[in-house]
């Protein structure tokens, strides 16, 4: 019997879809590394489906099956694949309203570095950016390290899983659209999902009280249907974000108030984005492009 549904986990040779006919069940489904579709002339795909991807499958029984056909993608969002030599991209979501990049106020601090690489690759995927701060409650004044992306003009969401302040206003920005969760490792994307969605996502991890840093709880994405058409991809959490499609002459052009400046020949280096411009123009060149 054939059917359609969305992937909502990837493993080696094996993927979990979503059917569109019955939202809850799931089908553990075989794919074939022949079946990767050629989306880019320049990169090669690590996986052929995504979290996300569409997909005609033929159904043995009720609990397995094989996948058939990958739908064109709407759109994507891809990284270069950590860990490999060569032009292998990483595709982490497919088909997507919003690119939720998650931080967290402290605990891990604060990474504005992260965020502007996140804001590139979605600017190049044209996908909307949505910005989370979770953790809140380790406010110890009035900080707003987020200011100057609002003053961008994105929409940053102040949020903490533990007081539960600000869950309300996303969870109603979520509704019924299909939403990635990204980050570094212990920010609170699996916590934050888990009080969205109203059930237990995953494993909730510790943050390590020597580096401040998350231990990488979450190691495979996973979608979540969370009723009426609400959909969201818990992503693992991302050491690096190797950029893609980007070269560091036109990299200036992905931070809009430095490129606005440059055409007008008026200084720019004096904006609060220059110095990761920078870096991550100098990361560019070391890459060799
Ligand atoms: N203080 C505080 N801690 C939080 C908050 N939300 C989550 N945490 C804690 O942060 C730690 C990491 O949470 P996770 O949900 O596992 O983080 P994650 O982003 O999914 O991490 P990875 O799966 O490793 O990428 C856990 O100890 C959570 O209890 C919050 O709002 N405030
Ligand atoms: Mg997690």
Known sequence: MSATGVISEVFPKMA?????????????????RGQIVDRDAEWRER???????????????????????????????????PGREGKIMHTIAANLDFVVITSSLHEPDFSPGLIDRFLIATTV????????????????GSERPWQLYEDLGYRCFPVSTRTGAGLEVLRGVLKSKTSAFCGHSGVGKTSLLSLLFGETVGKVGEVSGVTGKGKHTTTVSKM????EGTRFIDTPGI????????????????FPELYELQIKREPYEHLPRFESYLRIKAALEDEGR
Do not use: W
């Not at 489906?49 to 099956?65: M, T």
């Not at 893609?244 to 036109?250: E, F, M, N």
């Open 16 to 32: 979990n879809v979503i059917l569109d006919q019955d939202e809850s069940k799931r089908v553990l489904c075989s794919y074939r």
């Open 47 to 81: 996986s052929p489906v995504a979290p996300g991807d569409r997909v005609k499958v033929h159904l043995y029984g009720s609990k397995d099956g094989v996948i058939e056909e990958v739908e064109p993608r709407r759109n994507f969002i891809s990284r270069k694949a």
């Open 239 to 254: 050491k690096e974000f190797g950029l893609i499609h980007v070269g560091p002459k036109d990299l200036i052009q992905y």
């Open 224 to 227: 979540i249907a969370a009723g």
């Open 125 to 140: 995927a044209q996908i909307t950016p949505l910005i989370v701060i979770n953790k809140m409650d380790l406010d110890s």
